[in-house]
């Protein structure tokens, strides 16, 4: 399996704090990808970085920000939490180039209250 | 217009049944694609990516329209284990942005 670590695992906090989400990677990949994963919706882009430093948003991308200080980090943060924002989160990375497969941690199933 | 349509399901197949799935997209500069199957809360995993010439691995064949821009997926002879969330994914861009369909629900029954 590849390495990919998301923390934590569960989380319940409450409306109005904020929350970061953690991935962490072990296979020096370029890209790395946070989705948010709810019913009837699919996975959802939210940002995503090509490098240290570089990032983009996605779809979703509104209440959300992220940093990527070194290659194997990449946060989320959450400024103040919605209830909206009950989800369940993944994080992906993925090699350079065309075709390359990217590989998904086990995700992090937020509940805000 | 979504990036990505998939086909909303759900399937229900008994067993030994043929199923496909399709997948539009509104990115014509996208380059990469590929389909992802997801067990009940389980990440995502790579089924298999989608080539232009399109792509066969065992019961599973994968196809590329760029034409009409689609992709499709079809299940032969399916089994009680292919049952899962089948998802379309491409990618493209100098950015390499991944983005996926809503998913569509497999279940084979017996």
């Known amino acids: 399996d590849a390495g990919i670590t998301q923390s934590p695992r569960h989380k319940v906090t409450e409306t109005g704090t904020p929350v970061t989400l953690r991935c962490h990677q072990t296979e020096n990949h370029r890209y790395m990808y946070w989705y948010r994963q709810d019913p009837g919706h699919g996975l959802r882009l939210i940002h995503y970085s090509y490098g240290v430093k570089d990032t983009d948003k996605g779809e979703v991308s509104d209440g959300y920000s992220v940093s990527r200080s070194k290659t194997e980090d990449f946060l989320l943060t959450l400024e103040s939490a919605t209830s909206s924002q009950t989800s369940v989160y993944f994080c992906a990375i993925s090699e350079a180039g065309i075709d390359a497969e990217a590989f998904f941690g086990q995700g992090t199933r937020l509940t805000v209250v | ?110």
């Open chain 2, 1 to 110: 217009r979504k990036e990505v349509e998939q086909d909303p399901g759900p399937f229900n197949v008994p067993e030994g049944a043929t199923v496909a799935f399709n997948c539009t997209y509104s990115n014509s500069a996208s380059q990469s694609f590929f389909w992802y199957r997801q067990d009940c809360r389980k990440e995502p995993k790579l089924l298999m990516s989608v080539y232009s010439s399109g792509n066969e691995d065992g019961r599973f064949t994968a196809q590329l329209n760029r034409a009409s821009q689609y992709i499709s997926l079809l299940i032969r002879d399916s089994k009680l284990s292919d049952s899962a969330t089948y998802l379309c994914g491409l990618s493209g861009g100098s950015n390499y942005k991944l983005t996926f369909g809503k998913g569509t629900l497999l279940t084979v029954n017996p």
